[in-house]
């Protein structure tokens, strides 16, 4: 089963890039890592996905090294409304088990 | 807006009584997931089904049980209620269920309150 490691919380400033690092030592080979952000009292909700190299869409960019053993949520010029909890996750190798773990909760100051 | 529907939003009720969540899915999605999320313990996968069978269950209480229908929306089930039960239950949904890549769509909660 795929763990997944976080800092618990982070603090930055509006305009900055803020990049939140998640690692999954035992990641299997069909695992994809997918990361979800989530504001107080709402469900969480899809940022992006990737399985290998670098992943960007209109929201973050994330970068996954060869070793696939870690890989790093990047928010380009951060708002106040980006304050957040942010979750990892990866897919278990084939048990169905979907582990969020406890995010990093980023709180971006004015 | 998820797609995703759950009721009540609300839910405040006794020790040792009864309840049911419902959750509705986007439409095309066969996959239900519940989860439970209180301060202290972070979001904890419960359920999942998928076109009505039960595909992966994770920590969820003997007390606790869940069912997805023909239309595809689903139950929650607490009996039994306890203080500790309070807390914040999420219903996700997705197109087919495979944890590793399907992206999962969250519903807006409900939130329950036991006293």
């Known amino acids: 089963l795929a763990k997944t490691t976080q800092p618990i919380s982070m603090d930055s400033y509006e305009g900055q890039e803020v990049n939140i690092t998640c690692s999954h030592n035992?990641?299997?080979?069909?695992?994809?890592i997918t990361w979800y952000q989530q504001f107080p009292s709402q469900g969480p909700r899809f940022i992006i996905q990737g399985y290998k190299t670098k992943v960007t869409n209109e929201v973050a960019s994330l970068f996954i090294p060869a070793d696939r053993k870690s890989s790093t949520l990047s928010l380009p010029r951060v708002s106040l409304s980006d304050t957040a909890v942010y979750y990892c996750?990866?897919?278990?190798?084939?048990?169905?088990?979907?582990?969020f773990g406890r995010g990093t909760s980023l709180i971006v100051h004015p | 807006d998820s797609g995703v529907t759950q009721t009540p939003k609300h839910l405040i009720t006794a020790t040792g009584q009864r309840v049911t969540l419902r959750c509705s899915p986007r439409?095309?999605?066969?996959?239900v997931y519940w989860y439970q999320q209180s301060l202290d313990q972070g979001l904890q996968f419960l359920i999942q089904?998928?076109?009505?069978?039960?595909?992966a269950k994770g920590n969820i209480l003997e007390r606790f049980s869940a069912q997805q229908f023909p239309d595809l929306h689903s139950e929650l089930n607490l009996s039994s209620l306890e203080l500790g039960d309070s807390a914040l239950y999420f219903c996700a949904s997705s197109v087919q269920g495979l944890t590793n890549t399907d992206t999962q769509y969250f519903g807006p909660g409900t939130r329950l309150t036991v006293l």
């Open positions: 035992n990641i299997a080979t069909n695992d994809y």
């Open positions: 439409s095309g999605d066969l996959s």
């Open positions: 996750l990866v897919g278990d190798g084939g048990s169905y088990i979907p582990t």
């Open positions: 089904y998928y076109n009505g069978e039960e595909r």
